[in-house]
């Protein structure tokens, strides 16, 4: 038996369930990206709104490339379990927000379609830092990319979510319909401004006049997410199914916390997010450097240290005390001296909360799947905070360490000789950059600082930076993670 909508009243008492008539909701959000995140954040928030009444704001996600969510969803009813574990338990809910799926590259025309319609007032995205096909030292589109050289050529048939937006928006132009208001979701910083700049700019190069419409007229609100969401295992899926008493293809396994932080800027609408829990303001800037700098900055230099050395997940990487003592050390020596929070914000209190969630026993969030696209994230999680912190003329020691352990981690061997499975965008060169460089760290590191997408022009030529950095990656090689991190932590 599959979960079902049909399904639904045969389910367990103590699991929750859509508390709405699913026929009144009308979708009135796409969401392109829809993964495990979204799912365990956003989706359950509207969820709330659905549930409070809010009927015109269901949402229909889209996959840019891959069938697996749909192929999952779509024989659901498009209904899945939302798991939130914490060493005290387990707590399932079955989410019904979501009530369209589809994938891009099968149907552009269906979802271009959906993205036009008159009840659609948002898009909202979580494609991650390189969905967005800018560059992520500069923050502007990158005109080269090949996505976005064919969308360029092919507008009705785009590959890219900048391709989308743009077809989408120019759809709703024509057709006399305002703009959906485009509500990025993933780290990147200053999202909004970030991804309005690289719209605009795409626009621009369609059409001149097109290009000042969207300037003028399309809301690009930052805002700023955080859940700790895992990618779901097949153990997941069989013990959520087990407890539902039917099958459930795709769950979704995430932590108790939550935050969503969001400028308030939707010209055509939107939910009540505030009574669902998130926090709307002004200027999400100072949120977004603290998750970024504190969370991301530390799970990354969790992922790569942790990696090496030979711990599969991020609980079993801080159960190491020495571990543990390097990224709180990190976190209030080197990272919060950098964040100008508004008064009444309590960085002390979320520090702590950031080391219990990362030592949850019930997540198993592999390190090796945070260490993914590292080219992408060093800009935003770690390379922002070190520029500050170099700024001011203060050390970065143990954040140096982090690019060291990306550095050591992209030379492609691990510490037992072992191949390591690198997913980035920059997979081939730096596999080419490791194999000219050697394992030899006086040698590898200046050739990985010479990547200027990842690194800019100032920091490869600041001793400030390339010392700590090429010392720490010289003890990786030499000693292993192990005995570094141990030497940093004291």
Known sequence: MRLSRAQLGLLPPRIGRPAYDLDKTRIGIVHLGIGAFHRAHQA??????LARGETGWAIAGASLRSPDTRDALEPQDNL???????????????????????????NPAALLARMAAPDTKIVSLTVTEKGYCHDPATGTLNEA?????????????????IGYLARALRL?????????????????????????????RFAALIDKDFGAWVAGEVACPSSMVDRIVPATTDEDRARISALLGMEDRWPVVTEPFLQWVIEDRFPQGRPDLAASGAEMAADVTPFEHMKLRLLNGSHSTIAYLGYLAGYETVSDTVADPDFARLIRAMMDDEITP???????????????????????????????????DGSQKLPQRLLGTIRDRLAKGAPIDRLALGIAGWMRYVSGTDEK???????????????????NAGPAAERLAPALMDIAEIFGTDLPADPRFTNPVLAGLESLFAKGAKQTVAARAR
Not at 145 to 161: C, G, K, N, T, V
Not at 346 to 364: C, I, Q, S, T
Not at 417 to 435: C, F, M, N, S, Y
């Open 417 to 435: 000789g072992a191949a390591i499975d690198i997913r980035d965008p920059l997979a081939e060169k730096l596999a080419t950059v490791a194999a």
């Open 44 to 49: 359950m928030m509207i969820e709330d709104c």
């Open 145 to 161: 990319h090949p996505d976005i050289l064919h969308d360029l050529a092919h507008p009705d048939a785009p590959r890219s979510a």
């Open 80 to 106: 899945y379990t939302l798991s939130v574990r914490s060493a005290a338990g387990e707590d399932l809910r079955v989410i019904g927000a979501v009530r369209e799926s589809h994938v891009a590259r099968e």
């Open 172 to 200: 709703r132009r024509v057709a006399g319909l305002a703009p959906f208001t485009v509500l990025c979701c993933d780290n990147l910083p200053s999202n909004g401004r970030t991804v309005k700049r690289v719209i605009d």
């Open 338 to 372: 950098t964040l100008h929070m508004p008064a009444g914000a309590n960085l002390a209190g979320y520090k702590d909360a950031l080391m219990a969630r990362f030592a949850n026993p019930a997540l198993r969030h592999r390190t090796w799947q945070i260490a993914m």
